[in-house]
């Protein structure tokens, strides 16, 4: 039997924590102590009282001294017919608890802030039930001074790809289990996410049959893939506190941003606000498990069942009306906060859409010092060159100063687009790449600076289009094209990786030309810096064609997998479509990690299938470019190109762009030649009516301002 105990509080016969000296407030040192002590009993309690077991992670061999985490697994995995995965996502989050501070509240306890009665209900309803532990990523060296990342848990996301290959997998195996149900609380909404993802990889594998979420900020990304997104609004629901929208609604305008149906929990008995999103938790186990058994039977429309049963059971019968479709306070927007409150006392890619159409997925951030000198009034709008989800690109001149009458590209993006979309973290990773770089192959940041609701990054202007227009154009490049547009992209990649920056989003769409037919890498949304110093990256991100395997292994993965990229997208240029497409994404996955290419060798000469096999190679550590770009210098194939010339802009280019030069728009789609740039609204600041919104906009791109100007000065 699981006891607590604390010098300062006591558990009482309620399962409610009390002071055991009212009037006194602890110190820092307490406080933690008492922390420490609720986290031991309750991850004690779920051993001794509920019969789990620790299960360690990664698995190791006896005796070893390798870092190690645990889960915990119920008695009746191994027999189970129905499984149940729990997932808590908060920084400093514990084994079972949902919310610390609510358990210490005078109307909360046990019973509200931790998951013992949604373990005691899966148990009674003859769930096997496992609990990860996503946020215990480290841990500290014997000296106290370093933190040692924990294998196969060096991220949240990693820990739930390694709870699933080697805790859900051999369950699995034994052949009882016939579904898998996911629970999210908060961010936990994600990691559901990634296991349903891992889950529809394997044919054995794929029996998600329901996801459950509470708060959940969102369960699929945007660019997740349509299949994904698909079968997710149709097995997952949310539930969350509302002070605004009854117990029973459909709070229908937080479906897009979540990606499945929300459902409102109203507030609790007598509450006129909601205090701790936490009590949401509580609120919701009957809804969850209602959810979970109608989910067992295997219903058609299981969302819009269960949402009708939900309605009826809270009063509601005229369901048509029980819909919230806009949200009547943008204020009362509350989610799971990252960071758990203490105790408490008495009286928290960019580039690619400007002319390419594939979709890519997610990344991270860094800073630099505002500098309010330019605005866009220092710019005269010459002409729409395009246009993407977060804003548009203006073909400019600046007026006058530093650099007067040059033509540029100025992209404008809204902040309020780019804060809903959850972007600002990448937005500002690439602007800071953007402005530590200066290569001849990859695009030129000069300016950045911000106005009350948009965000202005200015770039030298290419006027030959992209690749990708270029090869849906001409079909098929040949091999000595080809061979050019690669040449230069190993010196762009080479001096990213010399920088200790990983590209990770390399394809067509992303590759621009200027007027004289050299080519330039651009769109930094995905790449991640310092990469040496944090071990590698752990990121499930990158363009579905061009994924090297170690991602789909979910492993931490390092410069390699631009190599793959780049493999894949030599292969494209000469064949005209990458290697391993497949409409179907699983088996192109499958495709990726099994398959070779396979060569027409009329178009694929001997050297040239020697420098693709080399850089699509599974194995990282054999991958050619592992140990750097030389070799792949130093290939046959490359044979032909003088890179010290290459890198001086010495060779000549084999196909010129047509057009007017610099200046020239003729790969602009026509449609945006036509637009009145005298009258686009660019050039016009709006504060917005939403005073929250308002807030995160002043606040959120600190550090964005930018002048080529200053560096200069500064060199």
Partial sequence: MATFFNQHYELTENDTLKPKTP??????????????????????????????????????????????????????CNECTQLLIMCINQSGSQMGIFSRSMCFEKDGGLNKGTMFPYVKRALECKYGVLIMRPNTNTVVHPTGKVKIPIRGSESPEIHALCVWENVVSAICQNGH?????????????????????????????????????????????????????????????????????????DLRYRKERLGCTSLSLGLPKGATEVTNVAVSAFLALEDVFGFLALAAEQHSELVSTYFQQFARRHGINDIKSAVTLTNPDPSDVVVATSVEPAIPQKPKGIFGWMFGNKEAVVAPPKKADDDNSLSVDDFQFLQLVGKGAFGKVMLVRKKSGFNANKIYAMKVLKKSDVIEKQQIEHTKAEQAILCAIRHPYIVCLRFSFQSIDKLYLITDYYSGGNLFAHLRTDKQFSEERAKFYAAELILALEHLHQNDIIYRDLKLENI?????????????????????????????????????????????????????????????MMNGRTPFFDKNRKMMYHRIMTRPPQFDEAIFKKDAQQVILGLLTVDKNQRLGHTGADKIMQQPFFESIDFAKL???????????????????????????????????????????????AAEMASAFTGFSFSEESLQKKR
């Fill in 512 to 572: 621009l030309m200027d007027h004289l037919g050299h080519i330039c890498l651009t769109d930094f949304g995905l790449s991640k810096q310092d990469i040496d110093k944090t071990g590698g990256a752990v990121t499930f991100c990158g363009t579905a064609e061009y994924i090297a395997p170690e991602l789909l292994r979910a492993e931490t993965y390092g410069f390699e997998v631009d190599w793959w990229s780049f493999g894949i997208l030599l292969y494209e």
């Fill in 177 to 249: 289990v016939k579904r898998i149900a996911l629970f999210g609380y908060g961010n936990g909404a994600s990691l559901c996410r990634d296991l349903y993802m891992k889950s529809a990889l394997k044919k054995e594998f794929n029996i998600v049959n329901a996801v459950v979420t509470v708060e959940a900020s969102h369960l699929v990304e945007k660019d997740d893939p349509d299949d994904v997104k698909q079968v997710l609004s149709k097995i997952g629901i949310n539930f969350e506190a509302s002070s605004t929208s009854p117990r029973g609604y």
């Fill in 23 to 76: 009037s006194r407030e602890l110190t820092r040192a307490e406080d933690e102590a008492v922390m420490a002590e609720l986290a031991r009993y309750v991850e004690a309690r779920l051993v001794h009282n509920f019969g789990f077991q620790h299960v360690t992670i990664p698995p190791v061999e006896e005796g070893s001294s390798e870092p190690t985490t645990t889960i915990l697994q119920s008695s009746n």
């Fill in 647 to 693: 890198y001086k802009r010495e060779l000549n280019p084999p196909f010129k762009p047509h057009g007017d030069g610099v200046l020239g728009t003729d790969y602009v789609p026509q449609q945006f030649k036509n637009v009145d740039v005298a009258r686009d609204s660019s050039a016009k600041s709006h504060a917005p009516s939403d005073s929250k919104m």
